[in-house]
């Protein structure tokens, strides 16, 4: 596979897997204004790829927010940790669901809150 082109048929299998809600934040695309993108966990700076394994749907917000970064220091431990990998990770792992923003409950989930805002 191409190391930058993502055909349609990928980008619709990302969506699809997805069920077309954000994989980060958990909002609906058809709830959004914007139309979701495919963007790579890992970024291309870093050495990601543009296979299915490496792509995750999100909205517009938070492929912003998260850019080609990939972890963040905890504010609690000071620590570097990585980002919350919707392919590798359970959500309620490291998140708890509230009406409004999610709860961290790892530094996985607090560091991916604090850069996506």
């Given at each position: 596979m191409s190391y930058r082109y993502i055909s349609a048929e990928l980008r619709e299998l990302v969506a699809s897997r997805a069920n077309f809600v954000c994989e980060y934040c958990l909002v609906s695309e058809e709830d959004s204004y914007f139309?979701?993108?495919?963007?790579?966990?890992?970024s291309r700076k870093h050495g990601g790829t543009s296979d299915r394994d490496n792509l995750a749907y999100a909205c517009?917000?938070?492929?912003?927010?998260?850019?080609?970064?990939?972890?963040?220091?905890?504010?609690?431990?000071?620590?570097?940790?990585?980002f919350y990998n919707?392919?590798?990770?359970r959500w309620r792992e490291h998140f708890v669901p509230t009406g409004v923003m999610p709860i961290p409950i790892t530094s996985i989930g607090e560091v991916t809150i604090k850069i996506l805002q």
């Open positions: 139309s979701y993108q495919v963007e790579h966990i890992i517009t917000f938070c492929n912003r927010f998260k850019g080609s970064d990939i972890a963040s220091l905890s504010s609690e431990s000071g620590e570097l940790a990585r919707p392919r590798t990770d």
